[in-house]
DNA sequence: ATGAAAGCGCTAACAG
DNA sequence: CTGTTAGCGCTTTCAT
């Protein structure tokens, strides 16, 4: 691509590469008198020179690009997001971002980490979705970044959304409106779901501030999608009416969205009858129902943004605790006051 | 990272550097005798060698890498998919994929093209999401491939949709169901969105065919979400019951959502009352709504394994005509038979 | 204020 | 069969 070089530039202008370079690169241009930097610019892009990287990072030992080993790119909306808020930082600060994918496959993982070390990247992110708990693979950096997912043992810079926090959030939201017999639609299994376990800390910890005793009943597992949601909501309305619950906090906008079914088929209007929130602030779900979901945004722009701060060392970090970042409650139209008729 | 050089396994095997050269890369290994490729070997895998692709690229001049510079990563759940296919053919083929987001903006994309060129990746994948035509951005490499668009003059290999073929194959599924008054819920603006136009193309086609005269009351348009939808076929049930639709065909998967709704507000059950199909098969749309959703499937994995397959010359292909990438129906639960009250 | 020269780590002729 | 040598295109002392 880049077929003029640097010598060609400094023939042009009469100069040695070294001036070149410096006057190109900045450095020590300050040693260069103002004509001849002139000189060289012109000449430069007269020409159309564009510096070979390459070779650069071979005599400078710094590439300018960071590797990002993610194990899935396709499967999830939140991977993209995760991927801008990385990209948008290392095109801010001139890195260029190398990414592979491994689709959650340890012999593609080690390839990878091997591929990215012979590119001599100047740092690596890695990613796993679904903030999960991962054993590091052999080989990693020691100044990689975990994104979205931390190591078993620490030992290494991460960041995770705060999923007590946000089951806190949609829970107070619940509370606020007035409700005071919540369910929570919870996933399946809270070892493998993380964020299953932590939302539902979120959950009673509200609970017990506002001084509600937990009913065992309203909280329930189910598959996490639409059809799972549905079922689980149906179970929760079929429970005699002192009992049933008034309000729905969802493991994730899917489950969310088999509420709005399970509730329309039975009539109810919502939010009317039932106030739903949803987790995810899934595009394309949570703001497309009707009425749009009350959710909690997963932020992995920003876990993003975070992590190749730190990775770039524009951030400090912890390598004991995962930071923990913010889960916001987006407030749409799928949260009101109880029913009356529902004698609290 | 890679601290071990070609010199300390050279050095360690009592060889020269360019035996070990020799041995690793397997070229020329025919004239290494066996012993001294073992002790080559081992001596690499003692010392943890691993060759620096950085000082490879310099010398070879080929970099094992591709650019993919990519409008959007975040905003679609195509985008992932896209970049799936891409990723997964670099990867089968030895090279790694730098990806550059523009956002859209030509000075980012400017940017883009140099930094690439910089880095001497061996190709470049242009994409801008929406099967659009564009115009090529200024020093393009010639041998870049164009994504999901296609440039205005053509001159470039390019890949998209075939959106035509797409929505014949829907408006199809819906006449061999026996229907015969099949809506078209179009996108808003045809000269943007060259999809919509094609697909309509495909529409009128199949209903030549089947001898169906278009009635021009079933050719609407509406906003792309699902509001525009709901909207649009609240229309198309407003009419008087003979030229009232018993199918729809929508634009996109979030208008067929929308679709769901007007009807079960009227109390009609999908399939039974009213067919509908979709376009696109979003992942978390399509498979969740009740009933599941017949669609047609964008292509974008296959578009983007096309893409870089040409990319790394494994593949021929035109500069003039784009490929059009078929778009496979996915039957699911949302097309009958017409209701038989409905006199046709 | 500028240039000469060395060298980043590797590969590929060419010798031997 | 294997080693020597000459760079790939750039940056960076060190001289001048």
Redesign the pocket.
């Known amino acids: 691509m ?1 077929r003029v ?6 023939a042009a202008a ?9 006057v ?2 900045g ?2 241009s ?4 103002p ?3 002139a000189r060289v610019r012109e000449a430069a892009e007269a020409a159309g ?8 990072s ?4 710094r590439t300018r690009t960071v590797g990002l080993i993610s194990d899935t790119i396709a499967t999830t909306p939140f991977a993209g997001r995760m991927l801008a808020g990385a990209n948008d930082v290392a095109r801010d600060h001139g890195h260029l971002v190398i990414l592979v994918n491994t689709d959650d496959d340890a012999e593609q993982e080690r390839k990878a980490i091997l591929a990215l070390a012979g590119q001599q990247v100047d740092a690596v992110l890695y990613a796993r979705m679904w903030h999960r708990v991962v054993d590091a693979p052999a080989g990693l950096p020691a100044d990689a970044v975990f994104l979205d997912c931390r190591p078993t043992h620490g030992g290494w810079p991460a960041v995770v959304p705060d999923d007590r926090r946000g089951g806190a959030a949609a829970t107070r939201e619940l509370v606020a409106a007035g409700h005071r017999r919540i369910a929570y639609v919870d996933a399946p299994n809270p070892e493998d779901v993380v964020a299953s376990g932590l939302r539902r800390q979120g959950y009673l910890q509200v609970l017990a501030e506002a001084g509600i005793t937990p009913d065992p009943a309203l909280h329930v597992r189910a598959a996490t999608d639409a059809s799972g949601g549905r079922a689980a909501v149906e179970g929760l309305l079929d429970l005699p009416a002192e009992r049933r619950p008034t309000a729905v906090f969802c493991f994730n906008d899917r489950m969310a969205m088999g509420a709005y079914t399970a509730a329309h088929r039975r009539g109810l209007v919502i939010p009317d009858d039932l106030s739903i929130v949803g987790y995810d602030d899934q595009q394309l779900i949570a703001s497309e129902l009707d009425p749009p979901l009350t959710t909690v945004a997963l932020p992995h722009y920003e876990m993003g943004r975070w992590a190749m701060e730190v990775a770039l060392g524009l951030r400090e970090s912890d390598r004991d605790d995962p930071l923990l970042m913010n889960c916001p409650i987006i407030r749409r139209d799928s949260v009101g006051p109880p029913p009356v008729t529902a004698g609290n």
């Open positions: 880049a070089r640097m010598s060609d530039v400094a009469g100069v040695s590469t070294a001036t070149v370079s410096m190109l690169s450095a020590g300050d040693r260069i008198s004509q001849t930097q020179y564009a510096p070979n990287s390459v070779a650069r071979l005599r400078t030992q």
